[in-house]
């Protein structure tokens, strides 16, 4: 894959997420969980500049890594998963995430049930 698929890829996963969840959360997840705000700026500050236009000075390519933990984390949220649930071990390791609660109006109208009325 070429660094230009790479770099869309990335941006368009991370901007996705973005519009759900604000961008020290997401620093957070690329800290494996670290809750220090001078840890998150650091993370946050590389995440924000492989999201700069092609032709900024500043510009960072994402690499494969960067690429396949943004994918993943954008494929959780589009299964259904509350990402900022994510919960980590003090040596970085995934202990779980949360589904999103269902809506029950939501869940009744998808198995064919009428919603209750009150």
Not at 2 to 21: F, P
Not at 93 to 116: D, N, Q
Request: proline share 4%; with cysteine.
């Amino acid at each position: 894959m070429d660094q230009n698929a790479k770099n869309q890829t990335y941006c368009e996963s991370m901007l996705r997420l973005q519009d759900w969840y604000p961008q020290f959360e997401i620093a957070r997840w690329f800290a494996l969980g670290e809750s220090s705000t001078s840890a998150k700026r650091i993370i946050r500050s590389s995440m924000l500049r492989k999201l700069y236009p092609e032709d900024h000075p500043d510009k960072r390519g994402a690499n494969n890594s960067d690429v396949l933990a943004i994918g993943l984390l954008d494929l959780l949220h589009r299964e259904g998963y509350d990402v900022s649930t994510l919960q980590f071990d003090t040596k970085g390791k995934v202990l779980g995430v949360r589904k999103r609660p269902l809506l029950r109006s939501i869940t009744s109208k998808a198995a064919g049930e009428e919603p209750e009325k009150g």
